[in-house]
């Protein structure tokens, strides 16, 4: 990476490929409620950016529309076909969890047009992965490693199960840090872990719950990652994901060349995606002590809605989540502790 402030050739070759993943992060920002319109518009605007990839599903990935995760606006094959159909250049991607979506969602994606499959699991148990992987092989497809909450384990244990997923046939394997709970140096330690001990590319899936994505995805390409997630207009689960018109700009600025225009991504956050989100994204309290006791993104909104049931705090609930080490799948028992911290009022009183 250089470091002069000098506007870099568009046409450069990039020095990594983005994912903008605004359509399946940024969908719990929107409670899963996007339109077929909004995903036409925000994908042709992508696509018109250069936006290489663009991930669409239900936050939760496919599969996800349910009572535990809540239910999509639209049915997200819908909305993966409109994507399909709208971008031009883009690939679109999709995201899987194990135990949420199926081998038959990957045939049914591949089936609409989508070339890559992201396949997700908790930082250390990839072995769940070895079919779904496996599956997206077969058909074709760019096989996409996920590792989430990756702040809960070393860099070293994050190689093991990196080199699991490798193994099944990743093509690539991301470290993801599900609760903007990494620094630039826990990045660092665990971007040169994987770079040095794989044989595959590594990525970054930053979130701004500390305002860090931005220089942890900084940190990550100095560090030798090749892929790196971002949500325009900074949407996604907790505060947001890396704000992808943010991060290509400083990557101009830093002459970095991401083949994305970046007047036009600025446009694209203004004029498409911001009107699509039911309130602006931002380090507010909830956000930060997601991060600051390393809490999955997506209990954001589940949290609040808790607090407000049962008459307590937020806050509470999302330190008592991270004292407990809850991850992603473990929503039920944000219930639990609403429960159990609204008895402990009640007692006190």
């Given at each position: 990476?250089?470091?002069?402030?000098?506007?870099?050739?568009?046409?450069?070759?990039?020095?990594?490929?983005?994912?903008?993943?605004?359509?399946?992060?940024?969908?719990?920002?929107?409670?899963?409620?996007?339109?077929?319109?909004?995903?036409?518009?925000?994908?042709?605007?992508?696509?018109?950016?250069?936006?290489?990839?663009?991930?669409?599903?239900?936050?939760?990935?496919?599969?996800?529309?349910?009572?535990?995760?809540?239910?999509?606006?639209?049915?997200?094959?819908?909305?993966?076909?409109?994507?399909?159909?709208?971008?031009?250049?883009?690939?679109?991607?999709?995201?899987?969890?194990?135990?949420?979506?199926?081998?038959?969602?990957?045939?049914?994606?591949?089936?609409?047009?989508?070339?890559?499959?992201?396949?997700?699991?908790?930082?250390?148990?990839?072995?769940?992965?070895?079919?779904?992987?496996?599956?997206?092989?077969?058909?074709?497809?760019?096989?996409?490693?996920?590792?989430?909450?990756?702040?809960?384990?070393?860099?070293e244990e994050l190689l093991k199960q990196a080199r699991l997923m490798q193994?099944?046939?990743?093509?690539?394997?991301?470290?993801?840090?599900?609760?903007?709970?990494?620094?630039?140096?826990?990045?660092?330690?665990?971007?040169?872990?994987?770079?040095?001990?794989?044989?595959?590319?590594?990525?970054?899936?930053?979130?701004?719950?500390?305002?860090?994505?931005?220089?942890?995805?900084?940190?990550?390409?100095?560090?030798?990652?090749?892929?790196?997630?971002?949500?325009?207009?900074?949407?996604?689960?907790?505060?947001?994901?890396?704000?992808?018109?943010?991060?290509?700009?400083?990557?101009?600025?830093?002459?970095?060349?991401?083949?994305?225009?970046?007047?036009?991504?600025?446009?694209?956050?203004?004029?498409?995606?911001?009107?699509?989100?039911?309130?602006?994204?931002?380090?507010?309290?909830?956000?930060?002590?997601?991060?600051?006791?390393?809490?999955?993104?997506?209990?954001?909104?589940?949290?609040?809605?808790?607090?407000?049931?049962?008459?307590?705090?937020?806050?509470?609930?999302?330190?008592?989540?991270?004292?407990?080490?809850?991850?992603?799948?473990?929503?039920?028992?944000?219930?639990?502790?609403?429960?159990?911290?609204?008895?402990?009022?009640?007692?006190?009183?």
């Amino acid at each position: 990476m250089t470091t002069t402030q000098e506007q870099p050739d568009v046409a450069a070759k990039p020095a990594f490929r983005l994912t903008d993943s605004t359509l399946r992060d940024g969908s719990h920002a929107v409670a899963h409620q996007y339109t077929e319109q909004q995903v036409i518009d925000i994908v042709a605007g992508l696509d018109r950016a250069g936006v290489p990839v663009i991930e669409v599903s239900h936050g939760d990935g496919l599969g996800g529309s349910s009572f535990n995760y809540g239910f999509s606006g639209t049915d997200e094959m819908t909305l993966i076909a409109r994507a399909v159909e709208t971008a031009k250049q883009a690939k679109i991607a999709c995201l899987l969890l194990p135990g949420i979506g199926t081998v038959d969602d990957l045939k049914a994606i591949h089936e609409a047009g989508v070339s890559i499959a992201r396949i997700a699991t908790h930082c250390t148990e990839a072995d769940i992965a070895e079919q779904h992987i496996g599956m997206a092989k077969q058909l074709g497809m760019e096989a996409v490693g996920f590792l989430m909450m990756s702040h809960m384990t070393s860099p070293e244990e994050l190689l093991k199960q990196a080199r699991l997923m490798q193994d099944y046939g990743a093509d690539l394997v991301y470290c993801v840090d599900s609760a903007g709970a990494l620094t630039t140096k826990t990045v660092r330690d665990r971007i040169e872990a994987l770079v040095e001990g794989l044989d595959v590319p590594v990525g970054l899936h930053a979130h701004e719950n500390l305002s860090l994505s931005v220089a942890n995805s900084l940190s990550a390409l100095e560090c030798g990652a090749l892929h790196i997630d971002a949500c325009t207009a900074g949407s996604g689960a907790g505060a947001g994901n890396c704000p992808t018109e943010v991060f290509v700009a400083v990557c101009d600025r830093m002459g970095v060349p991401t083949g994305v225009d970046t007047m036009t991504m600025v446009d694209v956050a203004e004029e498409v995606v911001r009107p699509a989100m039911n309130r602006p994204q931002m380090v507010d309290r909830a956000a930060l002590i997601l991060g600051y006791a390393g809490v999955y993104g997506s209990f954001m909104l589940h949290s609040e809605r808790a607090a407000a049931r049962y008459g307590v705090s937020q806050a509470e609930i999302l330190l008592e989540l991270g004292r407990r080490k809850v991850v992603g799948g473990q929503e039920d028992m944000i219930i639990d502790v609403a429960l159990e911290l609204a008895a402990q009022k009640a007692r006190q009183k």
